[in-house]
């Protein structure tokens, strides 16, 4: 799940992703529940400008817990930027633009990940 929080030490703006990894919660099969804990430690020693920047984190029984910079879901970025191109009356065109912009990120992003030898296994809109 993704949540909005602030930095602890200057109370800047962060995302807060948060996994329940609990064995109690069957919905989430094994296998997944240590691919996110491998992930998290993996998470914490990438760096490139087209992935999320790892603040802090923390790895529990129960939980894993992963702050980035903020962030916001595709689908409300696109309906955000649909309302502020309409407002502009520049329509199509500046949705189209920010969506092939927002595309070469993405893919920028995953041939990195790819030249580490690394899979995301997880592009969505959400």
């Given at each position: 799940k993704l949540h909005d929080g602030k930095r602890r030490a200057d109370g800047a703006p962060v995302s807060v992703f948060r996994?329940?990894?609990t064995t109690a919660n069957s919905s989430v099969p094994p296998e997944v529940r240590?691919?996110?804990?491998?992930?998290?430690n993996r998470t914490k020693t990438l760096r490139h400008p087209r992935l999320l920047q790892f603040v802090e984190g923390?790895?529990?029984?129960k939980d894993v817990v992963v702050v980035t910079e903020p962030v916001v879901p595709l689908l409300?970025?696109?309906q955000q930027l649909r309302e502020?191109?309409?407002l502009r009356e520049q329509g199509a065109e500046m949705v189209l633009s920010a969506v092939a912009w927002g595309l070469h990120c993405v893919l920028e992003g995953l041939q990195f990940l790819h030249?580490?030898?690394?899979?995301?296994?997880?592009?969505?809109?959400n």
């Open positions: 996994a329940d990894v240590e691919m996110v804990r491998r992930s998290f923390s790895e529990g029984e409300e970025y696109m502020e191109a309409e030249s580490q030898h690394l899979v995301h296994g997880l592009v969505c809109a």
